[in-house]
């Protein structure tokens, strides 16, 4: 039982290249969720899901697209990589939505 | 105004001491309660629930007052290993029950 994973651990782009992050988790949860935390800032929430097949924006959604098209996968996507969106990124999980369960996170730099 | 603000501190205190971490939050329509426990970078993990009645676990205690929207975490006994970001969370049971994250205290205990 490995609960959330994130994959890359850390990546390094340029300014307007593309990527995706990809989240995994395995504990059947309905809910999951994509955060970026910088300092000062605290964790802000960027796109969340409610199920399978489902999408929301969340605090700071622009610059970002997500999909849901497995229930165990949530995949972030950034178009255009802005020096801005330079964060470390969070994937979580949960059943309830109450308590959320973090993968190790994704350190992303933009130059 | 942030919705969930906490003294980032750091608090350094030596061992066996006890200290205190406070937080206010500004939407009064918040639901539930936590603190969540974040090491160096690591991901936050769920540190405790947080009561109106106020609850303990072991050396943690936590408090929450309605009236004034202020959450407090009270640790004894301090250790090494609580040296770390405490971050104070406030659940809104809207869609995706989102949760909104303080930026966190940072606690150092020292020898």
């Known amino acids: 039982n490995a609960g959330v994973t994130q994959t890359p651990k850390f990546r390094v782009l340029k300014t307007g290249q593309s990527m995706t992050l990809l989240c995994a988790q395995d504990m059947n949860h309905e809910y999951m969720y994509w955060y970026r935390q910088d300092p000062g800032m605290g964790l802000r929430l960027i796109h969340y899901s409610v199920g399978e097949g489902t999408t929301a924006k969340g605090e700071v959604p622009d610059g970002y697209n997500v999909s849901r098209l497995k229930k165990q996968n949530f995949l972030l996507g950034l178009e255009s990589a802005a020096p801005s969106q330079t964060s470390v990124y969070f994937c979580a999980s949960s059943s309830t939505g109450i308590e959320q369960y973090f993968g190790p996170g994704t350190r992303l730099t933009v130059t | 105004r942030k919705e969930v603000e906490q003294d980032p501190g750091p608090f350094n205190v030596p061992e066996g001491a006890t200290v205190a971490f406070n937080c206010t939050y500004s939407?009064?329509?918040?639901?539930?309660f936590f603190w969540y426990r974040q090491d160096c970078r690591k991901e936050p993990k769920l540190l405790m629930s947080?009561?109106?009645s106020g609850n303990e676990d072991g050396r943690f205690t936590a408090q929450l007052n309605r009236a004034s929207q202020y959450i407090s975490l009270l640790i004894r006994d301090s250790k090494l290993s609580d040296s770390a970001t405490y971050l104070c969370?406030?659940?809104?049971?809207?869609?995706?029950?989102?949760?909104?994250f303080g930026g966190g205290t940072r606690l150092m205990v020292k020898p």
């Open positions: 969370v406030v659940n809104h049971l809207v869609a995706g029950n989102m949760l909104t």
């Open positions: 939407n009064s329509a918040s639901q539930s």
């Open positions: 947080v009561y109106s």
